[in-house]
């Protein structure tokens, strides 16, 4: 229960219309996008500038109220969920592009901006910013740099942490920071810049951040290649890369995602194929011609039993369809869809996919792949049914395994998603012990009192690894 003059002095500060404790509101903020997560927080704060944060914030400490930063909700690590309560904190009256600046190729912006509206608008003044998550129509960028997002575009362009140059945040103390900046160069003490990124709103709330662009690449080229076994759509990716060619998107689907996409979209994709690649090529006319050929070749040799260049926009778009469709095809099959995110050396994909399968079968779910091939960044997804009890605690047990896996495999527990809540028994597997007292001693040095995204990252019951000899 909030203390009565902690809420009056925090309207004086946001102003009444910004502040909000009806049912329905900590209804819709109990939850993300992570199945199986809910807690109701005390209030819903929408504060307007950096400035009324650092205020808020310092109040929070006087009171000790817990703050959840949250963007759009849809991380999938149960990263906002307010498990003790306190304040879900938005940002969408913090949602300007505030600056375009062409001569250093950077914008400027407030965390509450769209992905999608940030990439539409420097492409409408030919640049390019190439962070892609699937859920860029609706996340955010404070969500973005603060899960280190990833994209479709990873695997030539790199992910969030590769186009932030400087941020401005409030930290648990209330006190307002910049780093970075519009710098091409800086080594000025510790990068404080990386450390916020992927911190997952547990170490400071980002209020404004200056981003890195990059010149809109002339044209691009998309490409489907099917194969009837997994081995040689996985031989097929490190071919391409052997060939040095870093294709702009390499991603990877697998016979049940491609029934379930073809069963919801329609568009003629045979479905007795083992695995799909899509590929695309953007940059120079001509060297995207000589890399799609190249590419087509390498598919012959692997024995794809199909290669499809889109020869229009239209046909490239269609293509495209496969993969963005790849989760709402599957969450059409049940009435709970777990995307999963375990990473693996590119060499071991095919190795890992194949695990998955076992692992389903062994546990009797249905669990189908797609994912970023050339990252070796695979979404096992299960759907399932969370009133089924029984099924769940198998669930549960398969993607034990499956991380378990990916880790013996030299890969790690999330490659993108975060830790969040969901992956925070297993983070020790990843980084050991002594891994964990450094991050918990950062993490106790920045905000001492917890209260910046409290219980996310770090848990008490954290999961004993069982090794499984093959
Ligand atoms: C359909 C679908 C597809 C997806 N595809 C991808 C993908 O391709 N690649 C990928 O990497 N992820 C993907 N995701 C996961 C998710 O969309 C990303 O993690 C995204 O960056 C979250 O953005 P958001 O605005 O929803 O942030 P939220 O979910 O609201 O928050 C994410 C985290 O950031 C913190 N946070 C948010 N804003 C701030 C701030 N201003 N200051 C400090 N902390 C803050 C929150 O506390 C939380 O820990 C997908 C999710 C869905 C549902």
Redesign the pocket.
Known sequence: MLDPSFVERLIEIIGKEYVHSDRVSLLSYSY??TPNYQSLPELIVEPGSTEQISKMVKLCAEFSVPI?????????CA??VPTKGGIVLL?NRMASILEIDDENLTATVQ?GVITQTLSEEVERRNLFYPPD???MK???I??????C????RGLKYGVTKDYVLGLTAVMANGEIIQTGGKLAKDVAGYDLTKLLIGS??TL????EAILKLVPKPETKKTMLALFEDIERAAQTVSDIIAARIIPATLEFLDQGTLRAVEDFTHVGLPTNMEAVLLIEQDGHAESVRQDIKRIQQICEMNGASSIQVAATDQEAEQLMTARRTA?TALSRLKPTTI?EDATVPRSRVAEMVRFVNEVASKYDLMICTFGHAGDGNLHPTCVTDIRNEQEMERVEQAFEEIFGKAIDLGGTITG???V?MMKAPYLAWKIGESGIDVMKGIKQALDPHNLL?PG?MFTENARKRIVIKS
């Open positions: 993300d996008a959840v930063p949250r963007g759009s909700g849809t991380n999938l990263g906002t940002f965390p998550p699937g859920s609706i996340s955010t404070g969500g973005n740099i603060s899960e997002s990833g994209g479709l997952e709103g400071a709330v980002i209020t989760l995307l993108e998603h975060g969040g995204n996310k």
